[in-house]
């Protein structure tokens, strides 16, 4: 094949490619009103029960209230899941419907909806791609712009990449950062009229909150429970695109397939926790085909060959991730801080 042939039949096949794994996603993609309002029932009623059965306990047994808190925690994981299907349009056909029901998840998880929709949608639009880091995303360095950093740019980084404050200080973040967004890119009008609507909506359902059963059952049905959930959220944000075989390329060769199947992962998870975070752990479906319902992704994955090459996390081998701070551009991998130090760097 001549070099003037080439691109042409380069283009052709990028585009059969692309028709083959629309083909493949279809029959899976849409929303079920009926089944979006099961699940809606049967996330929304356990937790309101759940939150109120730790407030009742108090006043019996302390160490019976902090027991419920993680049951707790799970259904909120799961309230956030709900909120992203929300924000995909998979959830319910209706925008003006998925509007509502994520804006009010949103709340319960302290989120602007609108705001973390946009987000999100960059996040899909760039994961792996070096030259459009920032969206949704843990902050990575590569080793050259690691190296390149002062010193105390270097130990600040460390702090940020440090397990202990991802898991322990996300939570903080996920709280305390969402509360105000500057005008950007990313932040137009609707997305700060989603902020500041979120906040006042959570100032008035804390205060109403205090005012009915105390701030003891506040801070012990709901804040703790929160801050757990966050934590594992913070994880799992972790592991879906943090990985030694990670996908991370600049822009000019950045593809979409590519970066959803290589870049996203398959974590693996006993029924309850798959069920509880939503089938979530089955990102690279998502990230390929992010219409898809949570309640059709496993079906997608076992039903088509294309998903079958993406990289498996399981619990163990996604903590050990944590541990993975940098990209290595000239090996084509995620390493630690110490595999730096070890080459003289």
């Excluded at 966050?230 to 950045?254: I, K, M, P, R, T």
Aim: hydrophobic residues 45%; glycine residues 8%.
């Amino acid at each position: 094949m001549n070099e003037a042939a080439r691109p042409r039949q380069q283009t052709r096949d990028a585009s059969a490619a692309e028709t083959d794994w629309r083909r493949a996603v279809e029959p899976y993609t849409g929303p079920n009103a009926r089944r979006a309002s099961l699940q809606l029932v049967t996330t929304l009623v356990p937790l309101a029960l759940l939150v109120w059965g730790a407030h009742a306990a108090l006043s019996v047994s302390l160490p019976l209230a902090l027991a419920l808190a993680l049951p707790t925690a799970g259904l909120l994981i799961r309230t956030f899941i709900l909120m992203h299907d929300c924000a995909h349009g998979s959830f319910f056909a209706s925008r003006r419907l998925n509007d509502i029901v994520g804006f009010a998840t949103g709340v319960l998880t302290l989120t602007p909806f609108v705001q973390w929709r946009r987000d999100h949608a960059l996040h899909h639009a760039s994961s792996g791609d070096l030259d459009r880091r920032g969206h949704g995303d843990v902050p990575t360095l590569t080793v050259r712009e690691y190296l390149a950093r002062s010193r105390g740019g270097r130990l600040g980084y460390r702090i940020i990449r440090h397990p202990m404050l991802l898991l322990l200080g996300g939570p903080f973040h996920l709280a305390m950062n969402q509360r105000l967004r500057g005008r950007s890119a990313a932040t137009g009008s609707a997305q700060i009229a989603s902020v500041w609507s979120t906040n006042l909506a959570i100032v008035g359902l804390l205060s109403a909150a205090i005012l009915t059963v105390g701030w003891k059952s506040v801070l012990v049905a709901y804040l703790l429970p929160y801050y757990l959930a966050a934590s594992a959220g913070v994880w799992l944000f972790y592991v879906q695109h943090q990985f030694e075989d990670a996908y991370w390329v600049s822009h000019n060769d950045w593809n979409y397939l590519e970066a959803a199947l290589r870049g996203s992962t398959h974590l693996r998870l006993s029924p309850l926790l798959q069920w509880v975070t939503g089938s979530i752990g089955l990102h690279h479906v998502h990230h390929v085909a992010p219409k898809i319902p949570n309640y059709r992704l496993q079906s997608c994955h076992d039903e088509n060959a294309l998903f079958h090459r993406s990289p498996v996390v399981t619990l163990r081998s996604g903590t050990a991730a944590l541990r993975l701070t940098l990209w290595d551009e000239d090996r084509g991998r995620m390493i630690r801080f110490r595999d730096v130090a070890q080459t003289g760097g």
